[in-house]
C-alpha cells in the first residue's frame, strides 16, 4: 500500500508538474515510467525545500547543457509555463546558460523555446 | 568609457554574487578573467528577468551535472550561500539533479558542499 | 600482408557482431571506416577476455549514457540482437544506466529500442 | 513497511554487490544516500534480467566514458571484483571503451584500476 | 559608441569567417544573436593570435566531439571551407577526434560533412 | 612485420610530438598503451594533412572542453610547447573555446597551462 502511495503520489506531481503531457510521455515507457513516477515524482518532486518553479529553472538549465536530451527539453519547457515561468523567463534561463556551457547548447534550447511558442499560436 | 562601464559594472555584480571569492578566481586570469568580468558579469548576470538566487540554483545544477568543474562548483555553492541559498536548499538543489543525470554527479557535489560547510565551521 | 589481416580480420569480426548492417555502416566513411575496421573490430573487438554478448552490454550502456551518439546505438542495438541479446535485456540494459546517467538518455535509448522493435515487425 | 522493505532489500543488494565500501559510501549523504540505498540498489539493482557481473560490466563501461566519476569509478572497480571479475577483465572493459571514447577516459580508468591494485598487494 | 563598435566588429568578422550564414543564424536569436556578435565574434574572433584558420580547426574538432551540436557543426564547417579549409581538410579534423572521443562523434561529423558535400554539388 | 613498422612509426612520432614525455604516458599502460602507439600515433598522428601544429590545436581544444582529462591535456599542452606552439598561443586555443563550451572548462586548462609554466621556470 505504501508502494502504491508513492505511485499515485508520484501520477498527482507529474500532473501538477507537466499536465497531461507528462503521462503521455511515461505511460509507454513501460518499468522505467513507473520509476520516473515514482522515484522522479514521487520521491524527488514531491520534497519541499524548493519550489516547482526553481526546481523547473534547474531543469530546464540542466537539459539545456547537457546536450542531446531535445525531447525532455521539451517536455520541461511545457512544465515550466505549467508552473508558472513566462516564455521570457524560459529565454532568460536558456542565457544564464551561456557562462557555463557556450552558445551551441544555448542556440539550441532558444530554437526548442521559439518552436513550442510558435505551434502554441497556432493552436 | 562604456567598455569600462561593462568592466565596472561586472565587478560590482561579481562582488555582489561571490563576494571577495569572485574577485580572487578572476584576477589572475589575464584577459580570460576580463571576460568573466566583462561578459558573464556585466552582461549576462547584469540582466533583468531571474533573481540571482534564481541564476545560482540555475549554476550549481548546471555545474553539478556537468561534471569536472569541482572549481567552479564550490565558488558557485559560495555563491549561492551568499545570495540568500541555505546550505539545506543547496542540498536540495543537489538532489534536484539525480532524476536528470543520476547518483556520481550529485555525489561529488554533495561531498563538496558537505566539504565547505566543514572549512566554514573551522574557520 | 599482416595489415591487410587486420582489415580482414576486422571485416569477419564486424560480419559476425553486426550482420549486414555493420558493413553498410562503414563501407561509405572512407579512411574512418577503415579504421573502425581495423581497430575498432580487427583489434578491439577480437580480443579475447570478454564475449560478445559482454561486450555489447558495455556497448549499448556507453551509448545510451554518452548521448547525441543516436545511429550507433541503433547499430548496437542490432548488434546486441545479433550476438544473442533479447529485446527484454536490452530494456534491462537501458534501465541499468538510470543511476549512472538519469532518465533522459535512458528514455531516449528506450524509444529507439521500441522503433526498432516495431520496425522489425513490419518486416 | 513496504517502503522499509525497499531499503532493507537495497541494503541488502548493496552489501553483495559493493561489500563494506558500498555502505561506506552510502551512509554519510543522509537523503541522497537513502535514495541510493531504495532506488538505486532496492529497485534496480534488485531486478532480474542482468547477471551482478552484467550491471558491474555496464557500470563500469559508463562510469569510464562519463569522464569526472572517479571516486564512484573506484567504488565499481571494487564491486566488479566483489561479484567475480577479474583484474584483466576489468581491463578488457576499459580497453572496450576506446571505440566509443576515445584514450584519454581509458587511461585514467587503467591509473585507477593499477593504483588499486596496488593498494589491494600492499595490504 | 563603443558598445556599437563591438557588435559591429562583431557583424564584420562574423561575415568573414561565416558569409551570409552566419547572420542567418544569430539574427532570429534576440539577445543571445546579440551576444554572439558582440562576446564571440567582436571580442573572441577579434583577437590576433590564432589565424581564422586555426580558431576553425578548432572549432570543428570542439564541435565533433561535444556531441548533440549538429547545427552548429554544420555552420562551422561550413565557415571553414570559407575561411580557407578543403574538404579533404575538414575530413582530416575529423579523423583527428578519433584517438580523442572514438568513433560515433566521428562518424556523425563526417555523416554531416558528407551530407554538405552532396548539397553544394546539387545547388 | 608490417605490424612492428606501425609501432615502430607510431614511437617515433609519440617521441617526435610528445618528446620524452609520450613514451612516459604509455610503458605503463600495457596492450592499452600499444594501441595508443599503433594507432593514435602510428596511424592517425602519421597521416598527412594537417600540420603537428595544428593536430595539436585541435587537441587542446578537445581536451579542455570536454573536461576531466586533465592529465592528457597536460601532455597536450607539453606536446603543443614541443611542435612549436608558444604558451600564448596555447593560452589563445583556451580562449577560443569559451564561445563553445563556456567558461569553467577554459578557467581549469588556463590553470593547468599556468601551473605548468611555473614548473618549467623552477626547473
Not at 506531481?13 to 511515461?26: I, M, P, S
Not at 542531446?68 to 523567463?89: D, S, W, Y
Amino acid at each position: 500500500m505504501v508502494e502504491q502511495t508513492r505511485f499515485e503520489r508520484g501520477l498527482a506531481k507529474l500532473a501538477e508538474v507537466d499536465g497531461q503531457a507528462g503521462n503521455d510521455v511515461v505511460s509507454p515507457l513501460g518499468d522505467l515510467g513507473k520509476y520516473i513516477v515514482e522515484f522522479a515524482f514521487g520521491d524527488i518532486y514531491s520534497r519541499d525545500g524548493l519550489s516547482l518553479r526553481e526546481r523547473e529553472i534547474a531543469a530546464i538549465a540542466m537539459l539545456t547543457v547537457l546536450a542531446g536530451r531535445e525531447p525532455q527539453l521539451k517536455v520541461h519547457i511545457g512544465a515550466g509555463l505549467n508552473v508558472g515561468l513566462t516564455p521570457k523567463e524560459i529565454e532568460e534561463i536558456i542565457i544564464q546558460t551561456v557562462p557555463y556551457s557556450g552558445f551551441p547548447t544555448a542556440i539550441n534550447a532558444f530554437t526548442t523555446l521559439k518552436q513550442m511558442m510558435v505551434e502554441k499560436e497556432e493552436e
